[in-house]
């Protein structure tokens, strides 16, 4: 599938055609070892076309903005006692997430969060980021961002929250740092007992119509916001959600809310004028008043999108004019031309194919232009090697995550989230080591996003911040000032091919 999703065709994978034409003149062992050696030709060649995702940089260097818009507050126990917050066991049950704590101070939430969001993220981390090298940043976002979406009567979350993405964006941009627009917490909750989810509990309801429409929607909003608002200019591509349930039987539809995420960029970048490939121009661009009434629009070809996906296009547009006027932008098209022939098309991203078992849906599958897949890999919380060194060293330096994807079509893939935590007691001459080895290993693909940008330094948070921080990190020498380079570049020497992962 790896040509079939770099191109967006639907036309049959080449490793298929070249199988077909083989398979009556092999035998079933050599056509087996004749795929192998295509399906790896064919990964390591995709591998090699990352420019084609536009607005990335062909090497991602990046890091997470994790707890500025969706705040955990593991990473910053002190400011959020601080702010009213508290500690407990289950998160589920104390005043830990974001809901329950908008729940529990109604009259002073936004105005407590919104002095979190100036003080966590701002000019002075912008400029760390470009010391440091960083030329992405993976944001993580809640739907409730787009406040419009908010059922006030039985959901709970800060406002203001997309007016400081504005400004963070604008920074970002004036500093050449890519950003990914990441749906982390979306309606309904999609992983249960989770902070990042936005709100603590096992009550799971993403997984359902009612709630893939409000994302969808969501993902509507977003796209046209990271093409008309000039502050949004380093946006570069939009995840559609992070870390889904593993289980696939315990995420029904998924696979079509795939298919419809992609739908909806494309069809709203037809709406804006932005040509999509595969896609005729949309000839009602040109007479269109404004940005809704051109979502309206496009909201008609049937024979193009399904109906869900024309209902949120429909759904969508009252929605962008609230959030334009907060955010006082002109939706008018007239005055958007000259901006809009500069852009191009959104990269799509999703957590790759592997990141589910039990037969999940292959978000492949649904590529429709330039689309990139993230892997997420946590030793210390994932039990992926034996607790110490020797056995972290030889499965990372032997990792075949991407290769493994490559053969599913889901190239290019990065690493979106990894760390330096380790399931036991790892000394400053290991964590050298171990963030040599997972950078050698994450950058044979399309590049990784370092958690977290920073962390809380505190009596309260205690050593959190040197495995977890990646200023951190590089203050204490682990990192290297060039993101590029290793302190070792031979780390891995030793343990290549000793075992495989």
Same mark, same amino acid.
């Given at each position: 599938?790896?040509?079939?999703?770099?191109?967006? $065709?639907?036309?049959?994978?080449?490793?298929?055609?070249? #199988?077909?034409?083989?398979? +009556?003149?092999?035998? +079933?062992?050599?056509?087996?070892?004749?795929?192998?050696?295509? &399906?790896?030709? #064919?990964?390591?060649?995709?591998?090699?076309?990352?420019?084609?995702?536009?607005?990335?940089?062909?090497?991602?260097?990046?890091?997470?903005?994790?707890?500025?818009?969706?705040?955990?507050?593991?990473?910053?126990?002190?400011?959020?006692?601080? *702010?009213?917050?508290?500690?407990?066991?289950?998160?589920?049950?104390?005043?830990?997430?974001?809901?329950?704590?908008?729940?529990?101070?109604?009259?002073?939430?936004?105005?407590?969060?919104?002095?979190?969001?100036? /003080?966590?993220?701002?000019?002075?981390?912008?400029?760390?980021?470009?010391?440091?090298?960083?030329?992405? %940043?993976?944001?993580?976002?809640?739907?409730?961002?787009?406040?419009?979406?908010?059922?006030?009567? !039985?959901? &709970?979350?800060?406002?203001?929250?997309?007016?400081?993405?504005?400004?963070?964006?604008?920074?970002?941009?004036?500093?050449?740092?890519?950003?990914?627009?990441?749906?982390?917490?979306?309606?309904?909750?999609? $992983?249960?007992?989770? *902070?990042?989810?936005?709100?603590?509990?096992?009550?799971?309801?993403?997984?359902?119509?009612?709630?893939?429409?409000?994302?969808?929607?969501? @993902?509507?909003?977003? @796209?046209?916001?990271?093409?008309?608002?000039?502050?949004?200019?380093?946006?570069?591509?939009?995840?559609?959600?992070?870390?889904?349930?593993?289980?696939?039987?315990?995420?029904?539809?998924?696979?079509?809310?795939?298919?419809? &995420? %992609?739908?909806?960029?494309?069809? %709203?970048?037809?709406?804006?004028?932005?040509?999509?490939?595969?896609?005729?121009?949309?000839?009602?661009?040109? !007479?269109?008043?404004?940005?809704?009434?051109?979502?309206?629009?496009?909201?008609?070809? $049937?024979?193009?999108?399904?109906?869900?996906?024309?209902?949120?296009?429909?759904?969508?547009?009252?929605?962008?004019?609230? %959030? /334009? @006027?907060?955010?006082?932008?002109?939706?008018?098209?007239?005055?958007?031309?000259?901006?809009?022939?500069?852009?191009?098309?959104?990269?799509?991203?999703?957590?790759?194919?592997?990141?589910?078992?039990?037969?999940?849906?292959?978000?492949?599958?649904?590529?429709?232009?330039?689309?990139?897949?993230?892997?997420?890999?946590?030793? $210390?919380?994932?039990?992926?090697?034996?607790?110490? +060194?020797?056995?972290?060293?030889?499965?990372?330096?032997?990792?075949?995550?991407?290769?493994?994807?490559?053969?599913?079509?889901?190239?290019?893939?990065?690493?979106?989230?990894?760390?330096?935590?380790?399931?036991?007691?790892?000394?400053?001459?290991?964590?050298?080591?171990?963030?040599?080895?997972?950078?050698?290993?994450?950058?044979?693909?399309?590049?990784?996003?370092?958690?977290?940008?920073?962390?809380?330094? !505190?009596?309260?948070?205690?050593?959190?911040?040197?495995?977890?921080?990646? *200023?951190?990190?590089?203050?204490?020498?682990?990192?290297?000032?060039?993101?590029?380079?290793?302190?070792?570049?031979?780390?891995?020497?030793?343990?290549?091919?000793? @075992?495989?992962?």
């Amino acid at each position: 599938m790896v040509w079939s999703a770099l191109s967006g $065709s639907t036309a049959l994978p080449a490793e298929h055609y070249f #199988l077909t034409c083989a398979v +009556e003149e092999l035998g +079933e062992s050599k056509l087996v070892a004749m795929h192998t050696t295509i &399906f790896y030709s #064919l990964s390591f060649l995709a591998l090699g076309v990352l420019a084609a995702l536009p607005g990335l940089p062909d090497k991602i260097y990046g890091v997470n903005l994790g707890s500025w818009l969706v705040l955990e507050p593991w990473m910053l126990p002190a400011e959020w006692i601080a *702010m009213g917050g508290q500690q407990c066991d289950d998160c589920s049950q104390c005043i830990a997430s974001e809901f329950a704590f908008a729940e529990a101070y109604p009259d002073t939430v936004d105005t407590i969060f919104d002095g979190h969001w100036e /003080s966590w993220f701002n000019q002075p981390d912008v400029d760390q980021l470009v010391d440091a090298g960083i030329n992405t %940043v993976r944001i993580p976002l809640g739907y409730w961002i787009v406040e419009p979406l908010v059922n006030r009567t !039985s959901e &709970f979350y800060p406002k203001g929250g997309i007016l400081q993405l504005k400004r963070g964006l604008k920074q970002l941009k004036a500093s050449g740092i890519a950003a990914i627009l990441d749906h982390h917490a979306l309606p309904g909750v999609a $992983s249960p007992g989770q *902070m990042f989810a936005g709100r603590c509990t096992n009550d799971v309801e993403f997984y359902t119509p009612y709630n893939y429409h409000r994302a969808l929607i969501w @993902t509507a909003v977003m @796209t046209v916001l990271s093409h008309i608002d000039p502050d949004f200019g380093t946006v570069a591509g939009i995840e559609a959600m992070n870390e889904p349930i593993m289980d696939a039987n315990q995420t029904p539809g998924l696979g079509g809310f795939q298919t419809n &995420f %992609v739908q909806v960029v494309r069809a %709203v970048e037809l709406a804006l004028g932005i040509p999509v490939q595969g896609i005729p121009p949309f000839s009602g661009f040109s !007479s269109a008043v404004n940005v809704a009434s051109s979502l309206s629009s496009v909201a008609k070809l $049937s024979s193009i999108f399904n109906s869900e996906v024309q209902q949120v296009l429909r759904d969508a547009a009252p929605i962008l004019v609230q %959030v /334009s @006027t907060q955010l006082r932008l002109d939706i008018t098209l007239a005055t958007l031309s000259s901006l809009l022939s500069k852009r191009r098309s959104l990269v799509t991203s999703f957590m790759d194919i592997n990141w589910q078992h039990n037969t999940p849906a292959n978000p492949a599958d649904a590529a429709i232009g330039p689309q990139g897949y993230d892997n997420h890999l946590y030793y $210390s919380l994932h039990g992926v090697a034996d607790a110490n +060194e020797d056995a972290y060293l030889t499965s990372v330096c032997n990792l075949e995550r991407i290769q493994a994807d490559a053969a599913l079509g889901n190239t290019p893939l990065w690493f979106g989230e990894w760390a330096l935590s380790t399931q036991f007691s790892a000394s400053d001459t290991f964590l050298r080591k171990w963030a040599d080895a997972q950078k050698f290993s994450y950058g044979k693909g399309a590049g990784w996003i370092f958690w977290n940008f920073k962390i809380e330094k !505190s009596d309260l948070a205690g050593d959190t911040a040197r495995q977890w921080s990646y *200023m951190e990190g590089l203050r204490l020498g682990y990192l290297t000032q060039d993101p590029s380079k290793f302190n070792d570049p031979h780390v891995c020497d030793p343990y290549l091919n000793v @075992t495989s992962v």
